[in-house]
């Protein structure tokens, strides 16, 4: 999935189009995902064109307050923040450290190394399943999605890699993509994210600093993913009733997001 070439926003993506089977697909416009908006030029032609109504910022407190959104013209913001209860214990880095922990490669491999950083993460997807804060950010967002009234939806995190990609692989599933279509979306960030990050990446390894580890730690693998539906299995057994009896998503609001996201002929 292409990122959209705006200027003014890193990784933003548009979820229309992909396909759902059955000669279905995801209709365009409605559902996009980016990294933060604090840079957003709401003139930009590219972005002033999507009509953004709603953006779903999946963010911390302290996310928010030091790179605060810009918004959309006309468009409401909704804080749904993922991490609220869990991101002091989760063994990851708070976004202010991750440069200082790439500058200096001891410190990275003390705190990171020796699978630390794959192991946190995968905490941290479970608890996107099971957290109570979690729970209640991605219920606020299919909320948005399926209210009678909503129009094109934007969420986004930090980088738009790991909260807002966990976020499209359960409007993909709900909307009944098939398991390679959601790890293939997942997935399709690395290449953005990357090449934000290239300048830190570069200068970590000129450091001695171990590729690899910076790479775990600023891209997404398919093993966190792994981690995040496994949590939907044990727990729920299934991702319609992870957002039924998990996040407590009425059937009819599921209905409403599959009607108004599904395009083409009917399964």
């Given at each position: ?11 933003l ?9 059955a ?18 030029d709401?003139?930009?032609p ?31 913001h909704?804080v ?6 869990h ?8 976004a ?26 995968a ?20 909320t ?19 909260r807002?990609?966990w976020?499209?692989t ?7 993509a ?15 994210v ?6 830190m ?6 450091q001695?600093?171990?590729?690899d ?15 995040g539906l ?5 727990r ?6 992870y957002?039924?009896?998990g ?8 209905a409403?997001i ?5 395009a083409?002929?009917?399964?």
């Amino acid at each position: 999935m292409p990122a959209i070439p705006a200027a003014s926003v890193a990784n933003l993506r548009d979820l229309g189009g992909l396909p759902l089977g059955a000669g279905r697909s995801v209709r365009p416009g409605l559902v996009l995902r980016s990294a933060q908006l604090d840079r957003l030029d709401p003139a930009e032609p590219v972005v002033a064109a999507l009509g953004i109504r709603t953006v779903v910022d999946l963010r911390t407190e302290s996310e928010r307050g030091d790179r605060p959104d810009r918004l959309p013209d006309g468009a409401r913001h909704l804080v749904a923040d993922v991490l609220a209860d869990h991101l002091a214990i989760s063994g990851l880095p708070p976004a202010a450290r991750l440069k200082a922990l790439l500058s200096d490669p001891a410190l990275a491999e003390e705190h990171l190394g020796g699978g630390q950083v794959r192991a946190a993460f995968a905490r941290t997807y479970r608890t996107f399943v099971s957290g109570d804060s979690g729970r209640a950010a991605y219920r606020a967002l299919l909320t948005e999605l399926g209210a009678p009234d909503a129009g094109p939806l934007l969420f986004h995190c930090s980088a738009g890699k790991d909260r807002t990609g966990w976020a499209a692989t359960v409007v993909l599933s709900l909307l009944g993509a098939d398991e390679e279509t959601v790890r293939e979306e997942y997935l399709s960030v690395n290449t953005a994210v990357r090449q934000a990050f290239a300048p830190m990446i570069e200068g970590f390894t000129a450091q001695g600093g171990n590729p690899d580890l910076a790479l775990d730690l600023i891209g997404v693998l398919p093993e966190y993913l792994a981690a995040g539906l496994d949590e939907v299995a044990v727990r729920h057994g299934s991702m319609e009733s992870y957002v039924r009896e998990g996040l407590g998503v009425p059937d009819e609001v599921t209905a409403r997001i599959r009607e108004r996201l599904t395009a083409g002929p009917a399964a």
